[in-house]
């Protein structure tokens, strides 16, 4: 039960990040379309997410990729970076269901017991 219950914390990390990500380069697109500058601090890719947080690219890599559970200090570092307070981030990981993550991690990882 605990390898179960750890896949679905990844694969919801996995697409939390993985949405803030696909969101902020979205952002980015529709700014470069207009010609406008795009503002520090956005995190469109992970290895922009890594520096914003303070973190190694392959921390945010291996979240993404559902190869690691985050700590509570990793998950902190990336709030910050996206200004999110904890809460908030709550109330988004309980909105991703059991089986959108377990797909998530199905498709990261290509297995899921």
């Not at 679905?8 to 470069?32: P, Q, R, Y």
């Not at 379309?33 to 890719?45: E, T």
């Not at 991703?96 to 990261?108: G, H, L, S, W």
């Amino acid at each position: 039960m605990k390898n179960h219950d750890e896949k679905i914390i990844k694969g919801k990390l996995s697409l939390f990040l993985t949405k803030i990500i696909e969101k902020d380069a979205t952002v980015k697109t529709e700014l470069e379309s207009q010609k406008k500058a795009v503002p520090p601090g956005l995190n469109f890719q992970d290895q922009e997410l890594a520096f914003n947080s303070h973190l190694r690219k392959a921390t945010i890599s291996e979240i993404i990729q559902c190869k690691r559970l985050a700590k509570l200090t990793t998950i902190i570092k990336f709030l910050k970076a996206i200004k999110m307070t904890f809460p908030e981030f709550a109330e988004e990981f309980e909105k991703i269901t059991i089986e959108e993550a377990q797909e998530q991690y199905q498709k990261k990882r290509g297995k899921v017991d």
